[in-house]
């Protein structure tokens, strides 16, 4: 489990076919000390285990093929930017939103406008998603706890202050880019919930929604 706060930005050294697999290297600026093998790291937002560490902060992750094609760590090439986040221990703060590091899928940025104080990302939203996205919801993009800040008709937009953009492999973002997105997980359960009570899958709408206190 994680909060959607990033600790690191590290970089991908390395990305090695291995049968029906794919081993990643990982430099991280993390201690080495704090990091065991099989501990869980969300990887710009995927739930990934370590399977190694070296004392330089070089780590190994063993990702399956079903991981890579849902997501945009099939896309990254040596060098790319890594947003980085060590699992929740209990007594943490949970200064973000519950991420489960479980990504829903991946969409294009459509466009990335500068503005006085904060900088506002649109993205297009996939169809298989478009349940999950409320205004002032959360989503996590590229691991990256945000708020949703508007929604239209194909795509959302969220603003993101400048300490978070430069802190976070946002700064390297460019449109058509591909982000990882994971709805919000209260979000999913109430989703779920009012699917059952309408009878079939995709049967709630908004109203329903409203009704039970949930929009």
């Known amino acids: 489990m994680f909060t959607g706060l990033i600790e690191d930005v590290g970089t991908l050294l390395e990305r090695r076919p291995v049968g029906g697999a794919a081993k990643l290297a990982v430099r991280t600026g993390l201690p080495a000390a704090e990091i065991r093998r099989g501990d869980s790291i ?14 330089a902060g070089r780590l190994a992750f063993h990702c399956l093929n079903e ?21 929740l221990r209990l007594g943490d703060r949970l200064g973000g939103h519950l991420v ?27 169809d298989d998603l478009g349940d999950l996205l ?8 590229n691991g990256i706890s945000l708020t949703i800040a508007a929604l239209h008709p194909d795509a959302f937009s969220v603003r993101i202050i400048p ?39 995709g049967g709630v709408t908004w109203d329903q929604l409203g009704r039970a206190g949930f929009a």
């Open 42 to 55: 969300a990887v710009n937002g995927v739930c990934l285990t370590v399977e190694a560490i070296d004392s």
């Open 100 to 126: 489960a590091g479980h990504v829903d899928g991946t969409a294009a940025v459509r466009r990335i406008e500068r503005h006085a104080d904060d900088i506002e990302v649109t993205v297009d939203s996939p």
């Open 163 to 201: 300490h978070s953009w430069e802190h976070t492999n946002l700064r390297a973002l460019r449109p058509g880019d591909r982000v990882n997105l994971e709805g919000d997980m209260v979000g999913k359960f109430v989703l779920r919930r009012e699917e059952r009570r309408a009878g079939r899958a």
């Open 67 to 87: 991981t890579l094609a849902r997501t945009n760590l099939a896309d990254a090439p040596p060098g790319s930017l890594l947003n980085l986040e060590r699992a």
């Open 134 to 141: 409320v205004p002032k919801g959360s989503i996590a993009l």
